[in-house]
């Protein structure tokens, strides 16, 4: 039985236009601003009829800040760390869950304490490994004084210096934010419900266990995985501080770090026309990922492939 409730109906539009409308104004407000010109845009208050500069503010943005190189950076950077966090995620929760060995518990509980440890808490560590991934290696080497043993071995000096720097490239981009507690953990919980009836009919068939994961386990994980394609492609391609801490080469910047350049300082002219223009052009590849994907993010959130 449904009720008609037309007060109700009412107030809930009401709240629903509303927060559409906050939620929506900065974005209307950059639209508008990327169509208007200098005096226009320097303006208190801006106006709020949209001008005809549009194509020639976006034309500037794009060369100024040479946003088709660094929106590249971005959906690289974004679409590698989106596969790699899937990848790492669900093969690790498929050893979680299929395979018994010692310390699995111990193994799931350390994955899950990385959930309390944020890219911003171990920073440092992250980019000292990056800027020097033999580092450790070095160290061992010069702890058990090597150089010393072959020198007096050769009778020559001799000294060895291992390194391998993550820096300004797209592999140290990409690989330190890889792992992922969450999609860990979500795809753990979904293994979990899949009924092992499954798992004892593949054993019989003679199933490999990678064969029961590539044929059963991935085609009831597709909805899981497209939810989480657009949760990690965003995450990676809004990053700012890792990008910027790690890239100093200008070929190797990402939109978000480039789309602050653009913002006018203090003795500049205030070309916030450009500014704006920029940021409705550096994010149309997320906002074009959630709208290709809606349909199996939201089923992916709320259904379960049977």
Request: aromatic share 14%; glycine share 6%.
């Amino acid at each position: 039985m449904v009720e008609k409730t037309p007060i109700l109906d009412f107030f809930t539009y009401i709240f629903l236009i509303t927060g559409i409308l906050i939620v929506g104004f900065p974005i209307i407000y950059s639209l508008i601003a990327a169509t208007q010109t200098l005096e226009d845009v320097s303006r208190v208050p801006m106006p709020l009829v949209p001008g005809d500069q549009f194509f020639v503010n976006m034309k500037q943005a794009w060369s100024r800040g040479d946003l088709g190189t660094q929106i590249m950076n971005s959906f690289l950077m974004a679409t590698g760390i989106t596969v790699g966090k899937i990848a790492v995620s669900i093969l690790g929760a498929f050893s979680i869950v299929y395979f018994d060995y010692r310390f699995r518990a111990v193994a799931f509980a350390s994955v899950f304490c990385t959930l309390m440890l944020p890219v911003e808490v171990r920073i440092m560590p992250t980019y000292e490994v990056a800027a020097n991934v033999l580092g450790p290696v070095q160290s061992i080497w010069e702890f058990c004084h090597l150089n010393d043993i072959v020198s007096w071995f050769t009778g020559n000096d001799f000294e060895i210096s291992l390194n391998w720097s993550l820096l300004d490239s797209y592999t140290g981009l990409i690989l330190p934010l890889v792992a992922s507690a969450t999609c860990t953990f979500l795809f753990r919980q979904f293994f979990l419900t899949v009924p092992e009836e499954l798992c004892e009919a593949a054993k019989m068939d003679g199933a490999s266990p990678m064969t029961f994961f590539r044929k059963i386990l991935l085609p009831l994980s597709r909805t899981n995985i497209a939810a989480l394609v657009v949760i990690e492609f965003v995450y990676g391609y809004n990053q700012y501080l890792w990008p910027l801490l790690i890239t100093t080469n200008p070929k190797m910047t990402t939109a978000v770090i480039g789309l602050q350049n653009l913002i006018p300082q203090a003795d500049d002219l205030p070309e916030w026309n450009l500014a704006l223009g920029a940021a409705v052009l550096v994010m149309l590849p997320p906002v074009l990922v959630v709208l290709f994907m809606q349909r199996w993010f939201v089923k992916g959130l709320i259904e379960r492939e049977k």
